[in-house]
C-alpha cells in the first residue's frame, strides 16, 4: 500500500542509487533482455543489507553460462499517442542484446542496449476567476449581468465556456520529451567447478523536459468586452482591450529540464573451500547525477492592443485575433518583464529560474561465508561483514529574473 519511494532497489543484491529526493529506482533504463529476474521481498530478511519499508525488490542479471549457446536479440517497437486527435504523440524503443560462451564454456559474455524516446503535445484553454465582470457592446449598452453559478462543465464537451467567467483567460501548449539509454553487460569466468569470477556494468541516461508556451490575459475591470457575443450566459466571442505594458496580454515561457546519469559496477567472486565451506566476496560501486533547470520568462509588448476571440463550437482551443499581429513578430517590440507583481515581493519580477543539482554515491564491500551443516534442524549457517559508505547531496540556485534596469522591461 506505499508508494516506490518506500522500497529498496537493488541489483544482483547491490543497493542502488537514485536521482531523486528519495531513494526510488527509475525501472525503465534497465535492459530488460538482460534482467533474468527479480526477487520481491515483502518481509525482513537477515541477508539484506539495505532494505524497504514497503518491501524491496532485486533485480538479478543473466548468467551467460546458464544459456545453451550464442543468443542475439533485435526488438524494435513504435508508438503512437493521442491517435485520432488534432496532435498526435510518437516514440520507438529498440533494444539489442547478444549472450555468448567463449573458451570451452569457461568465459561468458552479455551485452545488452536500450533506446526509448517519445514527444507529445498538449494544447489547451482555460480561465480563472469568479466571474464578476459584466460585458459591454462597442456602444457600451450593459450586455448582460455576469452567470451566478458560471463555472459549468461543458455538456457532451460540445461548447468550451470560454471566456464566460472570471478574471481572465488563457491558451497553451505543453510540448514533452522522453529520451532513455541503457547499457548493460556482464563477463563471466569460470575455470572449473569451484571458483566463479563476475563482473557487471550499467549505465544509464535519461532526458526529460517540458516546454511551456502559454499566453494569458487578466480582465482589469469596467468594459473589459466588447462585441460581445452572448450564449447560455457564456461569452463566446468579443473584443478586450490589452492596456499597455505591464498589463497587456503576458506571454509566458517555461523549460524544465532533468539530465540524468546512473552507473553502477560490481565484482563478485564466489570458492568453494571444502565440501561444507562456500565464501562470496563483491565490490561494488554506483552513482547517480540530476542536473533539473526550470527556467521561466514573462514577455508583452510595450503598447496597447485589443485581443478579439472566437470560441469554436466544438471543445478545442479558441481562436485568437491581435489587433495589431506585426507586433508580437517584431523583436524590438517585445520586452521581458515584470507583471503586475506576480513575484509578491518588491522586486520587478521578469521570469524565475531554479536549477538544483543532486549527486547520490555507493561504495560497498561484502563477504559472505556459508556453512553447510550434516544433520540437525538447520540445514547451513551463514555469516559475513558488509561495509557500505553513501553520499547524497543536493545543492541549488533558485532565483528571480529581474530586469537590469530596474524597470522590468528590457529588450528579449
Given at each position: 500500500?506505499?508508494?516506490?519511494?518506500?522500497?529498496?532497489?537493488?541489483?544482483?543484491?547491490?543497493?542502488?542509487?537514485?536521482?531523486?529526493?528519495?531513494?526510488?529506482?527509475?525501472?525503465?533504463?534497465?535492459?530488460?533482455?538482460?534482467?533474468?529476474?527479480?526477487?520481491?521481498?515483502?518481509?525482513?530478511?537477515?541477508?539484506?543489507?539495505?532494505?524497504?519499508?514497503?518491501?524491496?525488490?532485486?533485480?538479478?542479471?543473466?548468467?551467460?553460462?546458464?544459456?545453451?549457446?550464442r543468443v542475439f536479440s533485435v526488438i524494435a517497437e513504435k508508438t503512437q499517442?493521442?491517435?485520432?486527435?488534432?496532435?498526435?504523440?510518437?516514440?520507438?524503443?529498440?533494444?539489442?542484446?547478444?549472450?555468448?560462451?567463449?573458451?570451452?564454456?569457461?568465459?561468458?559474455?552479455?551485452?545488452?542496449?536500450?533506446?526509448?524516446?517519445?514527444?507529445?503535445?498538449?494544447?489547451?484553454?482555460?480561465?480563472?476567476?469568479?466571474?464578476?465582470?459584466?460585458?459591454?457592446?462597442?456602444?457600451?449598452?450593459?450586455?448582460?449581468?455576469?452567470?451566478?453559478?458560471?463555472?459549468?462543465?461543458?455538456?457532451?464537451?460540445?461548447?468550451?465556456?470560454?471566456?464566460?467567467?472570471?478574471?481572465?483567460?488563457?491558451?497553451?501548449?505543453?510540448?514533452?520529451?522522453?529520451?532513455?539509454?541503457?547499457?548493460?553487460?556482464?563477463?563471466?569466468?569460470?575455470?572449473?567447478?569451484?571458483?566463479?569470477?563476475?563482473?557487471?556494468?550499467?549505465?544509464?541516461?535519461?532526458?526529460?523536459?517540458?516546454?511551456?508556451?502559454?499566453?494569458?490575459?487578466?480582465?482589469?475591470?469596467?468594459?473589459?468586452?466588447?462585441?460581445?457575443?452572448?450564449?447560455?450566459?457564456?461569452?463566446?466571442?468579443?473584443?478586450?482591450?490589452?492596456?499597455?505594458?505591464?498589463?497587456?496580454?503576458?506571454?509566458?515561457?517555461?523549460?524544465?529540464?532533468?539530465?540524468?546519469?546512473?552507473?553502477?559496477?560490481?565484482?563478485?567472486?564466489?570458492?568453494?573451500?571444502?565440501?561444507?565451506?562456500?565464501?562470496?566476496?563483491?565490490?561494488?560501486?554506483?552513482?547517480?547525477?540530476?542536473?533539473?533547470?526550470?527556467?521561466?520568462?514573462?514577455?508583452?509588448?510595450?503598447?496597447?492592443?485589443?485581443?478579439?476571440?472566437?470560441?469554436?463550437?466544438?471543445?478545442?482551443?479558441?481562436?485568437?485575433?491581435?489587433?495589431?499581429?506585426?507586433?508580437?513578430?517584431?523583436?524590438?517590440?517585445?520586452?521581458?518583464?515584470?507583471?503586475?507583481?506576480?513575484?509578491?515581493?518588491?522586486?520587478?519580477?521578469?521570469?524565475?529560474?531554479?536549477?538544483?543539482?543532486?549527486?547520490?554515491?555507493?561504495?560497498?564491500?561484502?563477504?559472505?561465508?556459508?556453512?553447510?551443516?550434516?544433520?540437525?534442524?538447520?540445514?547451513?549457517?551463514?555469516?559475513?561483514?558488509?561495509?557500505?559508505?553513501?553520499?547524497?547531496?543536493?545543492s541549488t540556485d533558485e532565483g528571480l529574473i529581474v530586469s537590469t534596469t530596474?524597470?522590468?522591461?528590457?529588450?528579449?
Amino acid at each position: 500500500g506505499l508508494g516506490p519511494d518506500f522500497n529498496g532497489y537493488l541489483l544482483n543484491g547491490r543497493e542502488q542509487t537514485s536521482t531523486g529526493d528519495s531513494r526510488a529506482d527509475d525501472l525503465s533504463v534497465y535492459p530488460s533482455e538482460l534482467i533474468a529476474g527479480a526477487t520481491v521481498y515483502k518481509t525482513g530478511d537477515a541477508s539484506l543489507m539495505t532494505a524497504g519499508l514497503a518491501g524491496t525488490i532485486d533485480n538479478k542479471l543473466i548468467d551467460p553460462l546458464n544459456y545453451p549457446g550464442r543468443v542475439f536479440s533485435v526488438i524494435a517497437e513504435k508508438t503512437q499517442t493521442g491517435r485520432g486527435l488534432a496532435h498526435v504523440g510518437h516514440g520507438n524503443r529498440y533494444s539489442l542484446s547478444y549472450i555468448d560462451q567463449f573458451a570451452d564454456r569457461k568465459i561468458g559474455l552479455a551485452v545488452g542496449f536500450v533506446h526509448a524516446f517519445g514527444r507529445t503535445n498538449q494544447v489547451g484553454s482555460g480561465n480563472w476567476g469568479d466571474g464578476g465582470h459584466q460585458a459591454f457592446d462597442a456602444a457600451g449598452n450593459n450586455l448582460g449581468a455576469p452567470d451566478p453559478d458560471p463555472v459549468k462543465a461543458p455538456s457532451g464537451f460540445d461548447n468550451v465556456n470560454l471566456p464566460g467567467f472570471g478574471g481572465g483567460l488563457s491558451v497553451q501548449n505543453v510540448h514533452e520529451r522522453d529520451d532513455r539509454d541503457g547499457l548493460a553487460g556482464v563477463l563471466e569466468f569460470k575455470p572449473n567447478a569451484n571458483f566463479t569470477s563476475e563482473i557487471d556494468f550499467y549505465h544509464a541516461k535519461i532526458f526529460t523536459s517540458t516546454k511551456n508556451a502559454v499566453v494569458k490575459y487578466g480582465y482589469a475591470g469596467g468594459k473589459d468586452v466588447t462585441n460581445a457575443t452572448l450564449s447560455n450566459n457564456t461569452i463566446t466571442s468579443g473584443t478586450v482591450q490589452l492596456g499597455a505594458n505591464p498589463n497587456g496580454l503576458i506571454d509566458y515561457a517555461e523549460n524544465i529540464s532533468d539530465n540524468d546519469t546512473l552507473q553502477s559496477f560490481g565484482w563478485r567472486n564466489s570458492a568453494k573451500l571444502s565440501d561444507t565451506w562456500r565464501v562470496v566476496g563483491d565490490y561494488s560501486h554506483n552513482s547517480a547525477k540530476r542536473v533539473e533547470r526550470d527556467i521561466e520568462a514573462y514577455a508583452g509588448i510595450t503598447t496597447a492592443d485589443t485581443l478579439s476571440f472566437t470560441t469554436p463550437s466544438g471543445f478545442g482551443v479558441p481562436h485568437l485575433t491581435f489587433g495589431n499581429p506585426s507586433a508580437y513578430t517584431t523583436p524590438g517590440s517585445i520586452v521581458i518583464r515584470d507583471q503586475s507583481g506576480w513575484s509578491g515581493t518588491s522586486a520587478a519580477q521578469a521570469g524565475y529560474n531554479k536549477g538544483p543539482t543532486t549527486v547520490d554515491k555507493i561504495d560497498g564491500a561484502r563477504l559472505d561465508f556459508t556453512h553447510d551443516l550434516a544433520s540437525g534442524m538447520f540445514s547451513d549457517l551463514q555469516f559475513g561483514a558488509n561495509l557500505t559508505k553513501r553520499t547524497k547531496d543536493r545543492s541549488t540556485d533558485e532565483g528571480l529574473i529581474v530586469s537590469t534596469t530596474g524597470g522590468g522591461y528590457d529588450p528579449i
